[in-house]
Nanobody, 126 residues
Framework: VQLQASGGGLVQAGGSLRLSCAAS????????TGWFRQAPGKEREFVAG????????YYADFVKGRFTSSRDNAKNTVYLQMNSLEPEDTAAYYC????????????????????WGQGTLVTVSS
């Protein structure tokens, strides 16, 4: 499967963005999916994960209710709605796909993923 992330951009602190990750080659319903981010000079970190069937996502602690992960299998797309953005959220955001057998809590580990999209850059100004 190929993954194409989009929706990044420049936003002021307190603003919102919605990232999309469109799948091609195979249906996204064949995979659990996750979002990761990597800020300049920092390691990549987990943001959110969601099962292939939807349901309650799993979030990193720093999300603090600000982000919502969702998916629309009919559109072959997963989303990350980001509200109340902070300058510390500035990073390249990546979507990734993991086997359906991966349990939800394990989606926080990048090693669980077989496919990665290119990043989409989010810049939050203060």
């Amino acid at each position: 499967v190929q993954l194409q992330a989009s929706g990044g951009g420049l936003v002021q602190a307190g603003g919102s963005l919605r990232l999309s990750c469109a799948a091609s080659g195979r249906t996204i319903s064949s995979y659990n999916t996750g979002w990761f981010r990597q800020a300049p000079g920092k390691e990549r970190e987990f943001v959110a994960g969601i099962r292939w069937s939807g349901g309650r996502p799993y979030y990193a602690d720093f999300v603090k209710g600000r982000f919502t992960s969702s998916r629309d299998n009919a559109k072959n797309t997963v989303y990350l709605q980001m509200n109340s953005l902070e300058p510390e959220d500035t990073a390249a955001y990546y979507c990734a796909a993991a086997p359906r057998s991966t349990i939800l809590s394990q989606l926080r580990y990048s090693k669980e993923y077989d496919y990665w999209g290119q990043g989409t850059l989010v810049t939050v100004s203060s």
